[in-house]
């Protein structure tokens, strides 16, 4: 019985602003790097980081969400496969090969008002998400709270 998995989960900071570009389909796609960290005791006790960077390709609405909302030092959650890229050195005509991310969907972390953002842009808030099936419709409304019952009977002003 064969069995095949292929899923990444990965949490982390933008490296770069993302490069979107336009197929001859119109279909977008965004490149951009992403730093996850973890800490941890050594052998020797000291405390150490260890950072790893991870190339990630967009598609679709997600990509464009993603080169719209997304700059360098971003916090975002990606969801995706990995895939590996291989090709052959124009110069040294040696084979090479680079592991990346396909994401499926990418979601905003932090608040996203840095630069020229404005402070209510939907992707901005907490928890905005790109991607999947969510990506091909607009962002949604966050709900509003309902107004306040009227203090003194239903005759009277609520203010």
């Not at 840095?114 to 402070?119: K, L, S, V, Y």
């Amino acid at each position: 019985m064969s069995v095949s998995y292929n899923r990444v989960i990965l949490a982390g900071n933008l490296t770069r602003d993302p490069q979107v570009r336009f197929l001859a389909n119109e279909k977008a796609v965004a490149e951009f790097g992403l730093a996850t960290s973890r800490k941890f005791k050594g052998a020797d006790g000291q405390l150490k980081e260890e950072t790893t960077f991870v190339d990630v390709e967009a598609w679709g609405r997600t990509a464009e969400l993603v080169g719209q909302y997304l700059v360098k030092g971003r916090a975002c959650l990606v969801e995706g496969r990995l895939r590996l890229d291989s090709w052959e050195d124009k110069e040294t005509h040696q084979k090479r090969s680079k592991l990346k991310v396909v994401a499926d969907t990418v979601q905003f972390l932090d608040s996203g008002n840095r630069g020229d953002r404005a402070p209510g842009d939907a992707a901005g808030h907490d928890g905005a998400e790109a991607g999947g099936h969510e990506a091909d419709r607009a962002p949604a409304p966050r709900p509003s709270r309902p107004a306040p019952a009227p203090a003194g009977g239903d005759d009277e002003p609520p203010f």
